[in-house]
Nanobody
Framework: QVQLVESGGGLVQAGGSLRLSCAAS????????MGWFRQVPGKEREFVAR????????YYSDSVKGRFTISRDNAKNTVYLQMNNLQPEGRAVYYC?????????????????WGQGTQVTVSS
């Protein structure tokens, strides 16, 4: 099994940037696609971005496209989410997740393993 630990969350002003990291340990995750999701209290977990196993393909939700960038470094067993021009609606707990389905990659129930999440707060 793969264990995921997210980091890099915090408080940022609207328009600012943060870079989240997701460090993997256990078995190698280099053959798995990886995704980022976010969740606010009382709402369902929302797809943010996905990267293919080798980083060659990326997918984004419409709400973050053009502002967020997902990437990975398999040699470092780490996935990143660069978030630019953060807005107050970006306030959430951000989760890293592994595998999922290439045919329905926005569905959180299709991902096999998850991190514990990191809080991002955006002040207006």
């Amino acid at each position: 099994q793969v264990q995921l630990v997210e980091s890099g969350g915090g408080l940022v002003q609207a328009g600012g940037s943060l870079r989240l990291s997701c460090a993997a340990s256990g078995r190698s995750f280099s053959s798995d696609a990886m995704g980022w999701f976010r969740q606010v209290p009382g709402k369902e977990r929302e797809f943010v971005a996905r990267v293919s196993w080798n980083g060659g393909r990326t997918y984004y939700s419409d709400s973050v496209k053009g502002r967020f960038t997902i990437s990975r470094d398999n040699a470092k067993n780490t996935v990143y989410l660069q978030m630019n021009n953060l807005q107050p609606e970006g306030r959430a707990v951000y989760y890293c997740a592994g595998r999922g389905s290439m045919y329905d990659y926005i569905a959180p129930e299709n991902y096999d393993y998850w991190g514990q999440g990191t809080q991002v707060t955006v002040s207006s």
